[in-house]
């Protein structure tokens, strides 16, 4: 069974930094694209970063460009997300998603809370 588990949310003050990890299990983890997602209450999911399989080439949000890198270890099967300079609208939950084709599996998710 196609599983992800992400670690290393928690409380930090502004400014701060904090970096996510997803690990994957069950299946093909250099096949599949990886992306981070976001969500705070009373607002939408939001697409944070991405990057493909190789781990050639990644996207950002707007919102996190020059603060946040996404990267993987296909030998370890593990994304990562490395958040820096981080603000009070970065709090959310932080779940990572892999996709091929129509496969696509879903963490659990990660709290992040930036907060004085």
């Known amino acids: 069974q196609m599983q992800l588990v992400e670690s290393g949310g928690g409380l930090v003050q502004p400014g701060g930094s904090l970096r996510l990890s997803c690990a994957a299990s069950?299946?093909?983890?250099?096949?599949?694209?990886m992306a981070w997602y976001r969500q705070a209450p009373g607002k939408e999911r939001e697409l944070v970063a991405s990057?493909?399989?190789?781990?050639?080439?990644?996207n950002y949000a707007n919102s996190v460009k020059g603060r946040f890198t996404i990267s993987r270890d296909n030998a370890k099967n593990t994304v990562y997300l490395q958040m820096n300079s981080l603000k009070p609208e970065d709090t959310a939950v932080y779940c990572c998603?892999?996709?091929?084709?129509?496969?696509?599996?879903w963490g659990q998710g990660t709290q992040v809370t930036v907060s004085s």
């Open positions: 998603k892999a996709s091929w084709g129509h496969r696509i599996a």
């Open positions: 990057i493909t399989s190789t781990g050639g080439s990644s």
């Open positions: 069950g299946f093909t983890f250099s096949s599949y694209a």
